[in-house]
């Protein structure tokens, strides 16, 4: 962004809003949802509200929560500069004279470049590189500048969001939820006997709507998130749960104490590990509306049938970089990347794993059977 951004960046690392205010924002960490928009084929067809996102324009609306996301690409167009310094005068006491202030200064604040961790190469456990991801994007810093820095297109193929993801490490700014979705993808890629997921909410607070979303992990029988959020409690969960309910429950526990209500929970579709994959991601196949008016054995027992159905479709592939020797049992003819199927003989396609998990196997409990 050049010399320029400094200023703002630092004006907006810690925005200043009563209380009350700050609560009812907190979560609304808005980002083109698939159920936000009205518009598009809704995806499964299953009855469910979820829809295929509709992206297109500079400003996103969600429940009256405006924010804007950078689609003119770097460097920073000027106009997409002077957008995010009218939201810092807006939000911000001084007003007009923190611009004039910050724009006054003779020398920039030099910000130092978080190092992106080379978790294929670390001799650690599985739950130790995970939390060296969390720490690069924490390093990064939650973006509260009003603008996204970087246009995520949910629709696009895996290979088209990994670039993105590349582009993010070099540029080394701020991050929201949804970016630090996808490049938790992005980082995590290779590690073995990791699997990776999508696991968004929608929460209530004084009449407002609030949506959040986190890569679910799993391995080993445990399950944990990665992502990022104003609240840390929202964001980063250990390996430690035994089941994606007891996650999830724990998701509801975080909520509760910042006075919010879990309205929706969508969980995705296991994602491969494949960087030039051209699959999509799929961000809810399972899908709990009316959340916190459900019975919660009921809902546990559900969730928890899902990930079983899950866990019997689940596909890792490790990519091996040229420069590593070919992983035991793998064809050394075969082109690279070398892949490894890791815990199922017979390979399952993420489509055929769609397939399987929507239309009469899918379980969606709707908010008016409750």
């Known amino acids: 962004m050049g010399d320029k951004s400094g200023g703002l960046l630092s004006a907006l690392s810690t925005p200043v809003l009563p209380t009350s205010a700050r609560e009812a924002e907190d979560l609304n960490v808005s980002y083109p949802s698939q159920a936000s928009s009205s518009v598009g084929a809704p995806y499964p067809s299953t009855g469910s509200s979820l829809a295929r996102s509709d992206e297109g324009e500079d400003e996103e609306e969600d429940e009256g929560v405006l924010f804007y996301v950078n689609k003119t690409g770097f460097p920073i167009a000027e106009h997409v500069y002077q957008r995010m310094w009218d939201f810092a005068c807006k939000k911000h006491p001084d007003g007009k004279e923190l611009a004039s202030r910050c724009k006054s200064y003779n020398c920039a604040v030099e910000v130092p470049v978080p190092k992106e961790p080379k978790v294929l190469s670390m001799k650690t456990s599985v739950k130790a590189k995970l939390k060296a991801v969390q720490s690069y994007m924490e390093a990064l810093d939650y973006n509260h500048t009003g603008t996204q820095f970087f246009d995520i297109l949910k629709n696009r193929p895996i290979i088209s969001l ?57 391995h080993n029988g445990l399950y944990g998130s990665l992502g990022m959020s104003r609240r840390t409690s929202l964001a980063y969960k250990s390996l430690q749960f035994e089941s994606l309910s007891a996650l999830v429950s724990n998701f509801e526990s975080s ?116």
């Open 162 to 218: 990994m670039e993105v993801c590349k582009k993010m490490i070099q540029e080394s700014l701020p991050i929201k939820c949804l970016e630090a979705t996808v490049l938790g993808v992005y980082l995590t890629n290779g590690i073995s006997g990791l699997e990776r997921f999508p696991l968004s909410f929608k929460s209530k607070f004084s009449g407002k709507s609030a949506r959040h979303v986190v890569l679910g992990v799993y």
């Open 255 to 370: 909520y509760a104490e910042i006075g919010h209500k879990v309205a929706r929970v969508a969980i995705g579709v296991p994602v491969s590990h494949d960087s030039r994959s051209f699959e999509t991601i799929v961000w809810g196949n399972f899908i709990i509306n009316g959340y916190w008016k459900k019975p919660r054995d009921d809902m546990f027992v559900e969730i928890d049938k899902y990930a079983k159905e899950m866990r019997t479709k689940m596909r890792t592939t490790v990519q091996v970089p040229s420069f590593l020797p070919c992983p035991p049992g793998v064809d050394k003819a075969a082109s690279l990347p070398y892949t490894q199927q890791l815990q199922k003989p017979k390979l399952v396609s993420n489509n055929v794993l769609k397939k399987s998990l929507s239309s009469d196997n899918l379980k969606v409990m709707d908010s008016a059977t409750g």
